[in-house]
Each structure stands twice: as structure tokens, then as C-alpha cells.
């Protein structure tokens, strides 16, 4: 069974930069299609980014230009570089994993980690 374990969200101002990281085991991490979503308050769950085992990445137009993902095979690694951030970006950040090919659907990621939780200040 994949497990997740999301860290490095907090409290920062507006226009700072935070870096997530998730860390996974219990399988073949090189094999699984990587994503962030998010869900804010009050909002449903969207998509942030995706990285698949080749390392092709896809992002939401919202965080497009401010958000990085990256991947770490040989540490079992995906992170989420993110700058320039707003208000609008608070919310409770989780990683997911599937096989396969990039999709921006919750609904098609098996695994996903408990959170971390961003909160940007204006």
C-alpha cells in the first residue's frame, strides 16, 4: 500500500515562497504519475500540478509561471516549489499518486497523504 506524508506548509505573507515536499513508500515511486491539489476553505478540491515518471509536468492556470513541481526518484520525493504566493492560495495542499498517465482529476489518484496546510497573509 502507497503511502504519503506530506510537510512544509505554514504561515507566510503575500509574494513569499514556501516549498512542500512528500515523501512516499511502499512501492515503485519512478512508476507513479505524481500530483498537488488543494482545497480551500468553504471550496471543492482542484488541481495544482502533476509530474509523471518521465518528469512531464502539468499546471493549472492559476499557479502557472509561480509553481514549480519536481521529483526526486532516487529519494521517493515530489515538491512543490511555490512563490509568489496569495492570499488566494490558502488552502490545505495534498499529494496524490497514481499509475499512469497525467490527469486533473481528484477522482483519478488512488493514494493521496493526510495535508499541509498553507496560509498566505495579506
Known amino acids: 500500500q502507497l503511502q504519503l506524508v506530506e510537510s512544509g506548509g505554514g504561515l507566510v505573507q503575500a509574494g513569499g515562497s514556501l516549498r512542500l515536499s512528500c515523501v512516499v513508500s511502499?512501492?515503485?515511486?519512478?512508476?507513479?504519475?505524481m500530483g498537488w491539489f488543494r482545497q480551500a476553505p468553504g471550496k471543492e478540491r482542484e488541481f495544482v500540478a502533476s509530474?509523471?515518471?518521465?518528469?512531464?509536468?502539468k499546471y493549472a492556470d492559476s499557479v502557472k509561471g509561480r509553481f514549480t513541481i519536481s521529483r526526486d526518484n532516487a529519494k521517493n520525493t515530489v515538491h512543490l516549489q511555490m512563490n509568489s504566493l496569495t492570499p488566494e492560495d490558502t488552502a490545505v495542499y495534498y499529494c496524490?499518486?497514481?499509475?499512469?498517465?497525467?490527469?486533473?482529476?481528484?477522482?483519478?489518484?488512488?493514494?493521496w497523504g493526510q495535508g499541509t496546510h498553507v496560509t498566505v497573509s495579506s
Open positions: 496524490a499518486a497514481r499509475r499512469g498517465y497525467i490527469l486533473v482529476t481528484g477522482d483519478d489518484y488512488a493514494y
Open positions: 509530474i509523471n515518471g518521465g518528469s512531464s509536468t
Open positions: 511502499g512501492g515503485t515511486f519512478s512508476s507513479y504519475t
